[in-house]
T-cell receptor
Framework: AQTVTQSQPEMSVQEAETVTLSCTYDTSESDYYLFWYKQPPSRQMILVIRQEAYKQQNATENRFSVNFQKAAKSFSLKISDSQLGDAAMYFCAYRSAIGTASKLTFGTGTRLQVTL | GAGVSQSPSNKVTEKGKDVELRCDPISGHTALYWYRQSLGQGLEFLIYFQGNSAPDKSGLPSDRFSAERTGGSVSTLTIQRTQQEDSAVYLC????????????FGQGTRLTVV
């Protein structure tokens, strides 16, 4: 079974600074998808960024980028120019690419605080 | 609707009662997931439906929990004889068939068992 580990329960960053959230995963599969989701206090889970394992290029979405290290099974999220609205819980998630869409396996989350 | 809709938003029930939580997925999404999120915790997988395939029930914590999906659309999660440890936010998500597509989440049902 696949597992996802987020070793940072809480992180803090000053507004306009950069922060990196860590995520590692364990799988024996070679093809899969990785996601970062954001959950603000409203409880609404929002997709931040996704990465397809067969792509070597790291995904980027505006101020959000990932450092995907397939051999190390690491998938960290970098938030640049942090804004107050980035404060939320961030979850890393894994999904197998075998067959049709399978379940998402989530990490335990990292709570990000953004300070002035 | 445009998004995943869950009802009720909040539910308070007495210990021992049965509860039903409803999820309306995005139209056309074949995959539907239920997750449980206890206070300040991560998402615990409960059950997953994909089209006409048999559901993956491997995450259901006990036989008090069951779920069905009628007509490939609306899903109901039922908890029988609720216990205080069942108190949590129950999140539903849906996605298209292919694995790389994102799962869209509802806003969840906060269940409180008193």
């Amino acid at each position: 079974a696949q597992t996802v580990t987020q070793s940072q329960p809480e992180m803090s960053v000053q507004e306009a600074e950069t922060v990196t959230l860590s995520c590692t995963y364990d799988t024996s599969e070679s093809d899969y998808y990785l996601f970062w989701y954001k959950q603000p206090p409203s409880r609404q889970m929002i997709l931040v960024i996704r990465q397809e394992a067969y792509k070597q290029q790291n995904a980027t979405e505006n101020r959000f980028s990932v450092n995907f290290q397939k051999a190390a099974k690491s998938f960290s999220l970098k938030i640049s120019d942090s804004q107050l609205g980035d404060a939320a819980m961030y979850f890393c998630a894994y999904r197998s690419a075998i067959g049709t869409a399978s379940k998402l396996t989530f990490g335990t989350g990292t709570r990000l605080q953004v300070t002035l | 609707g445009a998004g995943v809709s869950q009802s009720p938003s909040n539910k308070v029930t007495e210990k021992g009662k049965d509860v039903e939580l409803r999820c309306d997925p995005i139209s056309g999404h074949t995959a539907l997931y239920w997750y449980r999120q206890s206070l300040g915790q991560g998402l615990e997988f409960l059950i997953y439906f994909q089209g006409n395939s048999a559901p993956d029930k491997s995450g259901l914590p006990s036989d008090r929990f069951s779920a069905e999906r009628t007509g490939g659309s609306v899903s109901t999660l039922t908890i029988q004889r609720t216990q205080q440890e069942d108190s949590a936010v129950y999140l539903c998500a849906s996605s298209q068939q292919t694995g790389k597509t994102e799962a869209f989440f509802g806003q969840g049902t906060r269940l409180t068992v008193v």
